[in-house]
């Protein structure tokens, strides 16, 4: 255990993760590369909020310029302020016109549930089996993917999120779609008859946590459907799958052809500068603020509305939700194809600059082919090994987790391609091996 870890663990407590077996000690960052205290570089392949790239100058020079002329908390008239909202306004259908900021991914979810649930005068919630939206109480009271966690509220149900390249694989898209609405339709009918109604359906736009999941079309839409009939609002969380992410379009929500009733967002909206969101239409923001006098003292103050403008020229100038579009065609084709040298890696799942692996312990396509959450660890710390980060997720934690900022440029995204390869073999020698040597 290294100094800086003893003390962290002294006084912070041991139990906020830490990444690898040897956690990494970064000093600086730069585009898509950072610098360990040994001077040691390391490509991103992970952190999406650096969405832009590590210390963007434009994003620095916005939040420095701002700092250095004012900044105040929101009870003042801003243009900074009112200039972002009307850009980030722009990027949205026209039914979703209005914003309140807020300074994370948490308090957007958080305020999104008041909203729902107080439109609605219900507080059930449906939420995905297995998920992760946020930290507050309200939050927590719904959190279904971390290892440990408290226990759901009554007033939540779990719907399983179908996968048609994971649990269901081979199975026909019909058939698990028509499984899927039937399950939300028997949710719905348990939140009504214990009396909890229905106030909101919160789902993430990419379902990352649950691993990428590819859901059959008409399964986002059936269950915004289904949710609207028994009264409730559909909550788009856009914290992983905004901004660009997918490289189809900027929210995820229009992937699955659905305009959510509120849009939440975070991490990678200033750049990492602390900023939150939650986008809706007029008419639920008048019926929810004459009741509730939202402050939020630091949401929307100038330098955050800086950092975000900014942000926001970036993407464009840029033209970096084409280039995750390009980019990310790139990396899946190279997935597929590493696929075929070592079949027990499953098929490249997610959108854009946002894919994954699964990793199993056979075959992929043998039947009786079981995701191995050690194997997939191995790949993580042997891409460490080899300077490129990246990460886990999904129900076994057995999806390899890429995601990096949408900055990289093709020569990166060739070194992530080569170490992944390597790293793949290297780990398929040691498949031999007893597995505890995983
Ligand atoms: C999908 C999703 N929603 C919400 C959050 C919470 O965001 P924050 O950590 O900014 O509060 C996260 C964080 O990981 C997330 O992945």
Redesign the pocket.
């Known amino acids: 255990m290294t100094d800086l870890m003893t003390r962290r663990f002294d006084t912070l407590g041991p139990y906020s993760p830490l990444f690898y077996d040897r956690p990494i000690e970064f000093v600086r960052a730069e585009g898509v590369w950072l610098t360990d205290v040994n001077g040691d570089r390391y490509l991103d392949g992970y952190n999406n909020v650096p969405h832009v790239g590590h210390a963007h100058p434009r994003v620095v020079a916005a939040i420095a310029e701002q700092a250095a002329t004012l900044n105040i908390h929101t009870r003042y008239l801003n243009d900074r302020v009112v200039d972002y909202a009307e850009r980030l306004l722009a990027t949205f259908d026209d039914a979703i016109d209005r914003i309140v900021f807020t300074n994370?991914?948490?308090?957007s979810?958080d305020l999104a549930f008041r909203i729902a649930t107080q439109h609605s005068g219900a507080p059930g919630i449906l939420i995905s089996d297995f998920s992760?939206?946020?930290?507050t109480q309200a939050l927590a009271r719904v959190t279904t993917g971390l290892r440990a966690h408290e226990g759901l509220g009554g007033h939540v149900r779990t719907l399983r999120v179908p996968d048609l390249d994971g649990q269901d694989r081979g199975l026909p898209a019909d058939a698990v779609l028509a499984a899927a609405l039937r399950e939300a339709d028997e949710a719905i009918a348990a939140l009504q008859a214990d009396g909890h109604g229905v106030a909101a359906v919160l789902f993430?736009s990419l379902f990352?946590?649950e691993g990428l999941n590819r859901v059959p079309s008409g399964f986002v839409s059936g269950l915004a459907d289904r949710v609207r009939r028994a009264g409730g609002l559909v909550i788009a969380?856009e914290?992983?799958s905004g901004f660009g992410r997918t490289g189809r379009s900027f929210w995820g929500h229009g992937n699955h052809g659905i305009v959510p009733d509120l849009v939440?967002m975070?991490?990678p909206m200033g750049n990492g500068h602390p900023l939150?969101g939650v986008a809706l239409p007029a008419a639920l923001l008048d019926e929810f603020g004459p009741r509730n006098m939202y402050f939020n003292t630091f949401g929307g103050n100038p330098v955050s509305a800086a950092a975000g403008l900014a942000v926001l020229d970036v993407l464009r100038d840029e033209r970096l939700v084409e280039r995750a579009h390009a980019n990310g065609r790139v990396i899946r084709d190279a997935l597929a194809a590493l696929g075929s040298e070592h079949p027990w890696i499953g098929v490249p799942k997610g959108d854009g600059l946002f894919f994954g692996v699964e990793v199993y312990d056979r075959p992929a396509a043998a039947a009786d082919a079981l995701p191995d959450p050690a194997r997939t660890k191995a790949v993580v710390e042997a891409m460490r090994d080899r300077h490129v980060l990246i990460s886990r997720i999904g129900r076994h934690d057995s999806v390899l987790k890429m995601r990096p900022p949408l900055a990289i440029e093709p020569p990166d995204v060739h070194l992530l391609l080569a170490a992944f390869s390597d790293a793949l073999t290297e780990v398929e020698g040691r498949a031999n091996a007893p597995i505890s040597a995983f």
Not at 104 to 107: I, L, V
Not at 132 to 135: D, E, P, Q, R
């Open positions: 994370s991914g948490s308090e979810n992760y939206h946020g930290h993430d990352s946590t969380d914290v992983q939440t975070g991490k939150g």
